[in-house]
């Protein structure tokens, strides 16, 4: 049996073209803009914390698994099985 561990796996993922997500500016960075409204910036991959963050680094990585050769169990979707 053998697993893998992905460091910063959910910073793989994709946003869908339909999806449009602002968060506040990071701390380090300007808060306001000069009229004194506050900075919102656009996220454009998915980071730790978000809500979508886990869905969308599955919708990139079972195709791989699949593609690759992999089993996905009906039983369980979240694992694979590969023999040779």
């Known amino acids: 049996m053998r697993r893998w561990d992905f460091v910063a796996a959910y910073l793989q993922g994709e946003l869908g073209q339909d999806e449009v997500v602002y968060c506040h500016a990071p701390p380090g960075y300007a808060t306001t803009r000069a009229d004194g409204r506050p900075r919102i910036c656009r996220i454009e991959k998915p980071i730790y914390g978000m ?3 886990g869905r969308r680094w599955q919708r990139s990585l ?3 698994l699949l593609d690759f050769g992999f089993t996905q169990f009906e039983s369980d979707p979240c694992v694979f099985t590969m023999t040779k």
Do not use: L
Request: cysteine-free.
């Open 62 to 64: 079972f195709p791989w």
């Open 51 to 53: 809500i979508q963050a």
